[in-house]
């Protein structure tokens, strides 16, 4: 049996009625997103397409974070160790998507470290499909910490000890758009096993 799913517009009180399971819904009467586990309308942007490929048009959820973190110490092992990331920069967390988890971080580095913050916006998904919200943004928070220290512990050398402050403030919900092509000829190993490739040129 599917289950319908109907929850209340906190904007014009009007019902939203879906059969699919997600965080994130949008009223068709006024266009709020409403964010079921936080409870409150967030905002949320579509990026449009800057690719034309052969393959499955989708769009896959990111949280949007603005992170101030700082090294407050640390110990290394090995020579000439590279600067670590730090300081303030906006962090890209998938909040659900059809690719493996194992690959998510690497989906979060790719968004975080290429996304250009020129891109078009969509005004809707059009003939793409949105992959549903699975995780709700405090869960995002602490991958976004995760992110961080995955970021430091790149450094040449062996990182063994580090103290930090971390804080990361959700600012929107991004939808990112992919085509999913099976054994996919793309350049990034970890995205040609995945199937997944990004629809904008930043993300190649």
Avoid: W
Wanted: glycine share 8%; with cysteine.
């Amino acid at each position: 049996m599917i289950e319908l799913i109907e929850v209340t517009c906190p904007s014009c009180g009007s019902s939203i009625r879906s059969r699919r399971r997600d965080m994130v819904y949008r009223c068709e009467s006024c266009g709020t997103y409403l964010h079921v586990m936080e409870g409150r309308e967030i905002p949320v942007k579509i990026l449009a397409f800057q690719r034309e490929m052969k393959g499955k048009r989708i769009h896959i959820p990111f949280y949007h974070f603005d992170v101030e973190a700082e090294i407050l110490g640390e110990r290394n092992v090995g020579l000439l160790p590279k600067k670590g990331v730090q300081g303030p920069a906006s962090y890209y967390i998938p909040a659900g998507g059809d690719f493996p988890a194992e690959k998510a971080i690497q989906f979060a580095e790719l968004a975080s470290t290429r996304l250009s913050s020129s891109v078009e916006e969509a005004y809707s998904f059009g003939n793409s499909t949105p992959s549903p919200v699975e995780i709700d943004i405090p869960e995002g928070k602490k991958m976004a910490e995760f992110l961080f220290l995955y970021f430091q512990v790149k450094k040449r050398g062996i990182l063994q000890q580090i103290s930090y402050s971390f804080n990361a403030n959700f600012k929107e919900l991004l939808y990112i758009p992919f085509y999913y092509i099976p054994r996919s000829k793309h350049v990034l190993s970890f995205l040609k096993e995945s199937g997944f490739v990004p629809g904008l040129r930043s993300l190649r």
